[in-house]
């Protein structure tokens, strides 16, 4: 295993082949990861349509917060993979260092935020009561998980700044079995536990990071212990470089997944089915983001690493496969939400016209996927050669028009078929979907018109 990390002046293989063999590790781990979240719906649908709802939504405020680690590993991934092509290795052992304590940090902070404003505050944001009582013990349950959640991202960063991918699978592997074996074990009670219901789900969540903590930190030993040789006081260089590339990051991301939390907080005001789509349709998308995680955090090393090397010659080759192998993956994973949406829609629904209504949704989900899959490789090109701050900047003017489409679209509307006035009537769940093709649209044209007079190539933003 210590292979993996050894030889680290190797040449960056930008070809087809090189460039899967970084990514196939990150979406692999990612299907797991789907797969779960797919068995999670499956047996929270079973306990029932509140149970569904409430964990969805708690889920979706813990993923809020957690993207400001997600934010921060992205740009200590950027930071070690240039400092890997410029060939400074005592510069980039700092910056994976600085980051365990940073996200050490950043993981306590997280908890004790979370947890206060989890005493009613974020509760109040549902209105039915039913899915509030199980939203609030859910989310306390998880919140814990930002403690090893956000030290096994440190890590994982350092290895993915490295392009040492195959390491990353052996702690999302880890961590998504357990998580599916617990969830078998706890939810419905089997295996000789008790049935714990949607509480079931949480605790098997946070077990399952505490397991792909310890192992991601027990690989690190074996691979390389010299990682967990801390400072002994702040180092000034890699904070100011980590601050200058991950606070934007931060926001941006914090900015995405809040913007798109609140979508589901519009639409539980819609009614209860309708979230529920909502809540499948948002794992459903999974099956895009499995490929294109794989590919957004390939392309930021890619990037990083050959503008450190000097290597701008090979970077629009290197990206136009990236670009084939994303949207050719994205149409494999989910072609079903065209060729046979009826057929997923029938897994999670028995009436006919919540199946009817979900296959439509799968077809507005098939067009939100491939505008993804586009945007997100102009996103992360620009990301990746450190361009964070114009990458916000792209974030706010997408989200910002999310937010006012999603309100608009999930307000009430005047009554089609009656005059009535005290009959309220909203549009129809597929056409609430279609906020998607905005954002993405939105976040696609903006990245290439930054992108647009190439000076990215020489390194947007000084990592110095």
């Not at 509760?123 to 998980?145: H, Q, Y």
């Not at 519009?266 to 794989?294: D, P, Q, Y």
């Not at 620009?382 to 706010?396: D, N, Q, S, Y």
């Amino acid at each position: 295993m210590s292979d993996l990390l050894s030889k680290s002046t190797n040449r960056l293989d930008t070809s087809t082949l090189g460039l899967l063999n970084i990514a196939l590790p990150i979406s692999i781990g990612t299907f797991v990861q789907f797969l779960v979240l797919l068995t999670d719906n499956f047996f929270l649908a079973r306990v029932s349509e509140s149970a569904i709802n409430g964990a969805g939504n708690a889920g979706l405020i813990y993923l809020t917060f957690g993207m400001l680690i997600f934010g921060s590993a992205t740009g200590i991934q950027i930071l070690v993979a240039r400092r890997h092509g410029e060939g400074n290795d005592a510069l980039q052992i700092r910056t994976g260092r600085m980051g365990l304590v940073i996200h050490s940090i950043l993981a306590v902070a997280l908890v004790a935020t979370v947890l206060l404003l989890n005493q009613g505050f974020l509760g109040r944001l549902i209105s039915s009561d039913i899915v509030r009582d199980v939203f609030e013990p859910f989310l306390t349950t998880r919140t814990w998980g930002f403690l090893p959640f956000g030290i096994t991202f440190a890590i994982t960063a350092y290895w993915t700044g490295l392009a040492r991918t195959k390491l990353l699978l052996i702690v999302s592997l880890t961590t998504a079995l357990t998580n599916l074996l617990l969830d078998y074990a706890w939810i419905d009670g089997n295996l000789g536990f008790s049935a714990m219901g949607y509480i079931g789900a949480a605790r098997a969540s946070l077990t399952a990071e505490i397991t792909g903590f310890l192992v991601a930190v027990l690989v690190m030993l074996k691979v390389e212990p010299r990682f967990f040789k801390l400072p002994k006081r702040p180092d000034g260089v890699v904070i100011k470089a980590w601050w200058a590339i991950s606070g934007p990051l931060m926001g941006q991301l914090l900015l995405t997944v809040g913007t798109w939390t609140s979508f589901f907080f519009f639409v539980e005001k819609v009614g209860s089915t309708e979230l529920k789509i909502s809540h499948i349709g948002r794992n459903a998308f999974m099956l895009a983001f499995v490929i294109s995680s794989g590919i957004s955090q390939t392309t930021r090393t890619v990037v990083s690493q050959l503008i450190g090397a000097s290597r701008t010659s090979d970077l629009t080759p290197a990206l136009k496969r990236l670009a084939l192998i994303n949207i050719v993956g994205v149409i494999i994973m989910s072609h079903g939400f065209i060729l046979y949406p009826e057929s997923l829609a029938r897994i999670f629904f028995d009436d006919l016209q919540s199946i009817a209504s979900m296959s439509r949704t799968f077809s507005t989900l098939f067009i939100a996927v491939i505008g993804f899959s586009i945007s997100t490789l102009f996103l992360s090109t620009l990301e990746g050669a450190g361009g964070t701050k114009r990458a916000f900047l792209v974030e706010m003017i997408g989200a910002g028009c999310y937010l006012a489409t999603a309100f608009y679209l999930t307000s009430p509307i005047p009554p089609i078929s009656t005059n009535d006035p005290s009959i309220v009537q909203y549009f129809p769940i597929e056409i609430i979907w279609r906020v998607e093709w905005v954002y993405f649209t939105l976040i696609g044209l903006g990245s290439l018109l930054m992108l647009r007079n190439g000076k990215w190539r020489r390194g947007l933003e000084s990592l110095s």
